[in-house]
């Protein structure tokens, strides 16, 4: 069936780099998305990309996509503490449904 | 793994009737819940935060009395749409926190379409 894997947890000095990694099972998904959530409150979107994409850059994130190998990435530059979340991968074709992979927390240390 | 099962995962229901969704924790126990509904090409959309034993926390433009949400016990959180109309139609899904190093899961979702 469908599902979406990534690994539970990452630790990164502040201001380096953090990349966080997906994989996903589901060929005919046409949107995927990185969301973040911090202790305590709900999914924050922090950004998507089109299937027919393969990178997508929004200020300090990257995002690159390799459909061939249904992997996802997210890259966070100059890595902050207000960054430590726990980041979510998810992906759909583009109607209701939406599968999540379980969570990376991402740690920051200063 | 830890494992929420969220049912049913698709109703049809008139207008003006009153759906209930449930989202169960499997071995193991969730004192918080989180409650989502998604629109087709649009990301989740938190509608509320469910605590074991006490009231839902509700975000602002989501109207308590129309999305009713109880946590009774540790295992169970339901949702219930009262008095559906068409634009109640949407996808919705509930999470879980697992322990406190646990991370999240997700629960399969319900396709609501009321006609």
């Known amino acids: 069936g469908e599902d979406v894997e990534q690994s539970l947890f990452l630790s990164v000095r502040e201001g380096d780099s953090s990349v966080i990694n997906c994989t996903y099972t589901?060929?005919?998904?046409?949107?995927l998305y990185w969301y973040k959530q911090e202790p305590g409150a709900g999914l924050q979107l922090l950004t998507y990309?089109?299937?027919?994409?393969d990178m997508k850059q929004d200020q300090r994130l990257t995002v690159l996509l390799n459909k061939k190998d249904k992997h996802l990435s997210l890259r966070i530059a100059d890595t902050q503490t207000g960054d430590s979340a726990i980041y979510f991968c998810?992906?759909?074709?583009?109607?209701?449904?939406?599968?999540f992979g379980a969570g990376t927390r991402l740690f920051v240390k200063a | 793994g830890a494992v929420v099962s969220q049912h049913p995962s698709w109703v049809i229901c008139k207008s003006g009737t009153s759906v209930k969704i449930e989202c169960r924790s499997l071995?193991?126990?969730?004192?918080?819940m989180f409650w989502y509904r998604q629109f087709p090409k649009q990301s989740l959309m938190l509608m509320a935060t469910?605590?074991?034993?006490?009231?839902?926390?509700?975000e602002q433009g989501v109207e308590k009395d129309k999305f009713l949400i109880n946590h009774a016990s540790l295992t169970l959180s339901t949702l219930t749409v009262t008095s559906a109309h068409p634009e109640d139609s949407s996808f919705y899904i509930c999470?879980?926190?697992?322990?406190?190093?646990?991370?999240?899961?997700f629960g399969s979702g319900t396709r609501l379409t009321v006609v």
């Open positions: 999470s879980a926190m697992v322990g406190t190093n646990y991370g999240y899961t």
């Open positions: 589901d060929s005919s998904s046409t949107y």
């Open positions: 990309i089109f299937s027919n994409m």
């Open positions: 998810a992906e759909s074709t583009g109607g209701f449904k939406t599968i």
């Open positions: 071995d193991f126990q969730a004192t918080t």
């Open positions: 469910s605590n074991e034993g006490s009231k839902a926390t509700y």
